[in-house]
């Protein structure tokens, strides 16, 4: 499937790029898995002769979209804890289910993941927390041959606790401090810059309560000797804000400045509960946020404070967090629900304007990643990862402003084409590089296998006749 040329004209391009161009008429060359030239497709007898060309009349061309905190194992447990808090929904269904996966549950999980991220225009996410038992070289192996780009997070923890002093975590999801630092370096070495450098390998610390102060300090200083990244859940819940203060007498973000893991190679997931105290460590030491406004919705977590802390200068990144959570990985969703949860919060429609929030699914994603250089924008010597959108539906007519459609109005589904890394991995929606029907199959089976193994009880509410 190798391309040597690729080009895409006939509609417009909405680049990110410095001066985020939107390109009328415009069209985008590739070159093997590089972007050569993007600009009037009036100009485009200028370049070389394109092996394959695409017709993109009636969509709407935009860089890839970035989802900066995702759980590849949670797309198994989809709708499998509604309607409950994050330490219950954690405690009674997500941590007993995880920790009941068994053989190939991961690597399906995470295909059935993949398959709907493509399917809705994600092209590069970062997976936070892969426990050992959902098979990390099957996972990475489903990465390789999806065409996606993927950081996969090895979990790192040494106390089986969140929010807590308590050994809460199911048995099945624990694992020693030594055994998940080795392995992260393991991984690091086989899979770090595999399948034509899409596949990345971080350290997933566990949230707190999952590590010692010192495990936070040999996380960090792993980290900066292999020279990779660092994911970890922060102040989602205010339970978090309460044990750091309790445990460490600080804020969250200021116990993970005291233990070195604030800085430019870290993403931290939610955010939700952190101060303008925190915003400044974070901002000062460039790292990141991973904000996903619906699963903080629906876990009832609260409402990050995300203009606020853009304002104070932190890198906002967006995130459909997992199955049980969100409860899907469609990132043109995520973007509506990021602006207007901001716009209802500050009763100010212009915070979260729908180029911010585009921004956001983009180039800051990239940013957040430490892959701005390579991706989140269509500019000449990135990365060609860039997707096509619909625009000839009921529902996006008529098309004036594609940027106000995309956020407002557009759905993953409306996605058409998707190509990563010069690579079509979606023409016309179907997916060429995963089978849909098999996964589906799996899916369904080792979920039912799954819940049966699990005891959990998931029969509606209402009488089933
Ligand atoms: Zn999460």
Redesign the pocket.
């Known amino acids: 499937m190798e391309l040597v040329s690729l080009s895409i004209s006939g509609a417009p391009i909405i680049t990110m790029d410095p001066h985020r161009r939107v390109i009328k008429d415009g069209a985008v060359v590739i070159q093997d898995n590089t972007i050569a030239y993007v600009g009037k497709a009036a100009e485009l007898h200028r370049m070389p002769q394109a092996e394959f060309e695409i017709d993109a009349n009636g969509t709407v061309v935009l860089p890839g979209l970035i989802d900066t905190?995702v759980?590849l194992a949670q797309a198994l447990l989809r709708g499998c804890a509604d309607d409950t808090s994050l330490i219950d929904w954690l405690q009674k269904f997500v941590w007993p289910l995880q920790g009941n996966f068994e053989g190939e549950d991961g690597r399906v999980s995470s295909e059935l993941c993949m398959l709907e991220m493509i399917e809705s225009g994600t092209t590069t996410f970062l997976e936070?927390?892969l426990h050992s038992r959902y098979g990390f070289d099957g996972i990475a192996e489903s990465v390789q041959r999806s065409g996606m780009r993927g950081i996969l997070s090895k979990t790192v923890m040494g106390l089986p606790g969140y929010g807590t002093e308590q050994s809460i975590m199911h048995p099945g999801m624990i694992e020693d401090a030594e055994t998940c630092l080795r392995e992260v370096e393991a991984h690091f070495k086989r899979w770090n810059g595999a399948a034509n450098g899409r596949i990345r390998v971080w350290y997933g610390a566990r949230s707190l309560g999952g590590c010692t102060p010192e495990l936070y300090k040999l996380i960090a200083s792993g980290a900066k000797r292999l020279g990779t990244g660092v994911t970890m859940?922060l102040s989602e819940v205010q339970e978090d804000v309460r044990y750091a203060k309790k445990q460490f007498g600080r804020m969250p973000a200021e116990f993970m400045d005291q233990v070195g893991l604030v800085g430019p190679n870290v993403v931290f997931?939610h955010g939700v509960w952190l101060t303008e105290k925190e915003w400044q460590i974070l901002a000062r030491k460039e790292a990141s946020v991973a904000h996903?406004p619906s699963?903080n919705m629906k876990l009832a977590s609260g409402i990050a404070k995300v203009p606020e802390m853009m304002q104070a200068g932190v890198n906002v990144g967006l995130g459909c967090?997992?199955g049980p959570?969100n409860n899907c990985y469609d990132l043109v969703r995520e973007m509506k629900a990021a602006s207007l949860l901001q716009k209802a919060r500050l009763l100010d429609p212009l915070v979260m304007r729908a180029e911010l929030v585009l921004e956001m699914a983009t180039i800051k994603g990239a940013k957040a990643l430490g892959l701005q250089k390579e991706i989140g924008s269509i500019e000449v010597g990135k990365k060609a990862d860039l997707i096509l959108i619909s625009i000839r539906k009921p529902h996006l007519t008529p098309a004036f402003n594609p940027v106000s459609h995309l956020v407002y109005t557009a759905q993953g589904s409306d996605v058409e084409t998707v190509i990563i890394d010069g690579e079509i991995v979606m023409e016309n929606r179907i997916v060429k590089t995963l089978n849909e029907e098999e996964i589906i199959r799996n899916a369904n089976e080792r979920g039912a296998k799954l819940l049966e193994r699990t005891g959990i009880d998931l029969s509606p509410k209402w009488v089933l006749h």
């Open positions: 905190h759980h936070s927390l859940h997931a996903c699963s967090d997992g959570s």
